[in-house]
């Protein structure tokens, strides 16, 4: 027998009964007898007293006026006497009228009570229907109205009776009967007895309130009792059981048939379990587990011994009352002659007329409702079963392409079963616009926590993907928070994006804008290319015609929590209100969903919204604001209760699917076997069967779905990339290297050797839905590269990835590296490769300044000799901030490499942690830039907005200076060998050249005294190039040396005599020497020495000697220009002073060598040389002595070795620093600071 699924409406209000009361006027009372003839005599007295008075008055006066006015008023006295006289008596006339208007009076209220008893016959009998007339109540929407909640519920008709109006009368206070008015009174008497009470009204009787109704005499009202029952009671909220014994059982077969008889979960081979039986120990087996309310009938089965507690009302049949009835028992009793009298601890009574029910008409009833069924069960707390039948598609393991994805009609295009109505009918959800009968193409969903919000939008996803092929439908999932509402949905081939966590990575969802953005103008210019088409529409009408044209799937945008992706993102609603506008025409829905709606949240949105759907919200303003009606406020707690409201059409509420439980299978196979037809009776029958449902640890229905469709179709177009988080390598963008004979391992494109461009990133296009690689081009205006980045952001690497590529590309021949390692040894791994020249760290100064040296020598001898095929020579410098504090003097050299360095192939690649780190001018010379994560986005040089998007816990990640965002590739192969290691492997040729390092020592011996002449003497070599330096003292004729102890003071002076003593005879150069440690003992053995001062006494009378020969040297008033030019004015050697520890003589009482000073200026032309050492120790204070600060006026040449930085710059600009012995920085006018190893002479 098929069933059919009943929508149980709202229950609409019964005819209202009269109430108050009707208060009656007391009648008129009989007037009482006046005064009596005594008093009216008593009015004579006062009128004889004026009469006397008045002939007295006349007695007096006389005169005709007297008489005329005496005669008046003894008339007057008459009258008023005989006026008195006639009222005397009860008036007729008013006794006439007062009766006349007490019986309108009654009248009037005879009306209202006939219209009360009318109104009150009417809505009892509405209540109440005659048993009889069950059968029409059926086809109504009376239907099972009645809930638990109600106050009728289980209240039933058990006869007519009389019953007091409704309206009470309510008898007036009056005086006795024999103080009445006669005829009223009797008139009131009869008013009271005529409708004080009304007859023939239905008598009811409310099952609830009792636990036990015993009915004798009458099965004819136990049957009409369970008539009413099962028609105004839903079978969910009450059942109906039977315990009849064996000659009683026919008569009641006929409940086989009502649906409240029916076990909710036991079946036989017949189907539900029938709550009959033979004997009240089996019904109570039966009715165990039932919790709706039930109504047992007990007829010759046994003693009733179901205890009397709520939910349960025993009716016992023709049975035995109890001698004492208590409260909750009631005895029913027909009389033969039809009297129905009732029993309880208040008395017994005659009711009325009891009813009935035959059995044929009962039957019939029973055989009505038989196929009826709830749909939607009331006050469920969990949603459905998970059914595929809902969804209108086949079982997972039957799911095929060829069925499930047919074409399929313009009408049931992009429409799916959501759930389920009220009356078992599938809700739809049709996406398309109005225009194709549809609701879209944009809706709204809105859902409190726990509404089911996220099993609708599953059920959605999942029910498009299983009717509409990829080539139909795309979807980009969003999700703000999480990504638990679209996890496995990422394997169907529909879906184009599945964007999740965006909450927790914000800069993602700029990026999801330009994606869809990028998506709305791809489909654009498809629909222009194809040849102009309005709307996908007419694309598909034109594809469907034959025209040569690729799918063009519809997608559908759904967004969860967009409310909070909106208070994160408020320029995001311009994204959907774009969508809003153009989604219609290209193709594309938009659904959006949330917990919350904000007031005023979807400004220039919400007229784009057709649908809405609304589950149970926070508040009712809420759902006014998504349904226009607070009714989504009302809905139950319990998930999957929603309102669908599209377009102008009524709210209609359903049911969610729930696709998330476990797939309904039958938990055991059946047996084949051929049909039979089995007789429907109410004794259970067994079967064999097994039974359905979820199986154990079985998949849901959405993953065995997913799993069966993931695969099938082609993969939906791309939208959404993954963002960009792990690096790729070399060989994944542009293929594995291969070795090449007379290259080693390199590119396997052949356009990439020798080539000057390099792969240095993937950079992300979401609005072009595409990623590109990020190529500098070194061989033009852009061969000098600038990274910049945080700590930890990549800078090294990326400068590796540099090397490495250029590497790939050259060979050791053709490219060369220099490094300067600033960043804590992260450039460590490139010395392995063959390409590099070497490697210096910040601790190891001395190698910094020489490779520095090393490419400034190169740089010149190119300038000197350019070379075509000369190899390009690379600068690294990783962390310009360390040249710019430690080495500041290389700076400017740094510079100048890459002002004058690109054309003749030397280049800089540079790492800073921020722009400001580079000097304006310098910052210019890097015109290829890479910037990754900024300490402080406003730093940037490019958009401090798309800086500020950049993750802080991704390394690499950077932009372009488009503002793309980028992510540096990872210097390596794919693989567990290093690159490094790889490349070196495969070169078989010479590596390039390695960075010349300054000798620890320069022996005085390996000088090279003949490369100078004259006075230019050679002190050491330089670091620059490694070539001798020397010191012109004939442009410079002073020298000072400032360093601590043990840096090689003494063996500068004892090599410097050496020198003069081996150039110039003792007539040409002659030398005094101040030592007052005498660490120069013997350093002069020839004539040269004129004197060696050891003490303040013998230097001062050396000085004076000197003082007297330079005074006399000085040239006169009448020297010729010629002569001054040609120092012809005087003859004699050059005279040098060397001055070892000035110190120690300059702390002397008297400074021997302050003779000196006024012959300082003019030393070159008279031939004089003053050569200063002194400890740094106290340098700075010392800087005041009149010696030193003569020779810091002349801009006299120095020589700063190793000592105390906080003594500050000693010669020029140059601090002291820790330097190893023998070696300083060389301060000249001519050639500025430089670094040079002096030459050591030991003592003999």
Known sequence: MSTVLVRRPPRRPAPAIPGGELRVEA?????????????????????????VAMAMMMGRGGGVFSYVVGGMFGVSSLAMLATSWGYGGPRKAELVAARRDYLRHLSLLRGQARATVTRQRAS??????????????????RLWERRPADSDFAVVRVGVGPQSLATALAPPVSRPPDDLEPMTAGALRRFLDAY??????????????FARVHVRGSPALVRALLAQLVTFHAPDDLVVAVAAGPDRRADWEWVKWLPHARHPTRSDALGPVRLVADTVAGLERLLDGISAHAVVVVDGAGAARFSGTDGLTVVEVDGTPPRLPDPSTVVLTCRPDGALETATTDGVSVVGVADGLDLASVTALARQLAPLRLAGPAGASSLPAADVGVLGMAAPDAWTVAECWAPRSQRDQLRVPIGVAADGSPVELDLKESALDGMGPHGLLIGATGSG?????RTLVLGLAATHSSEDLNLVLVDFKGGATFASLDRLPHTAALITNLADELHLVDRMVDAVNGELIRRQELLRRAGNYASRRDYEQARSAGAPLAPLPSLLVVCDEFSELLSAKPDFIDLFVQIGRLGRSLGVHLLLASQRLEEGRLRGLDTHLSYRIGLRTFSPFESRAVLGVPDAYELPRAPGHAYLKAGTDPLRRFRVAYVSGPVRRPLGLVPVSSPSVLPFTATP????????????????????????????????????????????????????????????????????HGALQVPVAVVDRPLDQRRDLLWFTLDGAAGHVAVVGAPRSGKSTALCTLVFGLALAHTPDEARFYCLDFGGGSLAPLQDLPHVGGVAGRLDPAAVRRTVGELGALLAARELSPAADAPHVFLVVDGWSTVRTEFDDLEPVITDLAARGL??????????????????????????????????????????????????????????????HLLTLRPALTGDIPLATAVAAAWTGPSAPPVRLLPPSVPYAELDLTATTGLTLPIGIAEADLGPVAVDFAADPHFVLFGDQECGKSSFLRALASTVTRRFTPSQARLIVVDYRRSLLEAVKTEHLIGYGTAAGDTAELIESVAGYMRRRLPPPEVTPAALRARSWWTGPELFVLVDDYDLVAAS????????????????????????????????????????????????????MSGDADEGPLVGPVRPGPLPAGRGRLVTRKTGARLVQLAHLPAP
């Open 1149 to 1200: 009482p008297a400074n021997p060598l302050l003779a000196l000073v006024e012959f300082l200026p003019q030393a070159r032309d008279i031939g004089l040389h003053l050569v200063l050492t002194r400890r740094t120790g106290g340098a700075g204070r010392a800087l005041y002595d009149p010696i030193v600060q003569r020779l810091r006026e002349l801009a006299t040449a120095g020589l700063v």
């Open 453 to 457: 919000k996220s099993e609708l939008l």
């Open 196 to 209: 004080s009470v009304v007859p023939d009204l239905p008598v009811a009787l409310s099952m609830r309130g």
């Open 124 to 141: 009892l009998r509405y209540r109440h229907p005659d048993p009889a007339r069950l059968w029409s109540t059926v086809d109504s929407h």
């Open 27 to 51: 009648p008129p009372e009989l007037p009482r007898a006046a005064g009596g003839r005594w008093q009216q005599l008593m009015l004579l007295l006062p009128m004889l007293g004026g009469g």
């Open 685 to 752: 029958l067994a079967s064999s069967a097994p039974p359905v449902g979820p199986a154990p640890g079985g998949p849901s229905l959405l993953d065995a779905l997913v799993d069966r469709i993931a695969g099938q179709g082609p993969p939906a177009h791309r939208v959404w990339l993954p963002p960009l988080a792990e690096p790729a390598t070399f060989d994944e963008v542009l293929g594995p290297p291969v070795v090449v004979p007379g290259r080693g391992l390199t590119f396997a494109n052949p356009e990439l």
């Open 903 to 964: 054309a003749y192939g030397i280049h800089v690649l540079a790492s800073a942690n921020r722009w400001l780190d580079l000097r304006p001018a310098t910052r210019d010379l890097f015109a290829a830039r890479l910037e990754l994560r900024l300490g402080d986005p406003s730093d940037s040089l490019i958009s401090r907005q798309a800086a500020l998007d950049v993750p802080a816990d991704s390394p690499g990640r950077g932009i372009t200076s488009e503002g793309l």
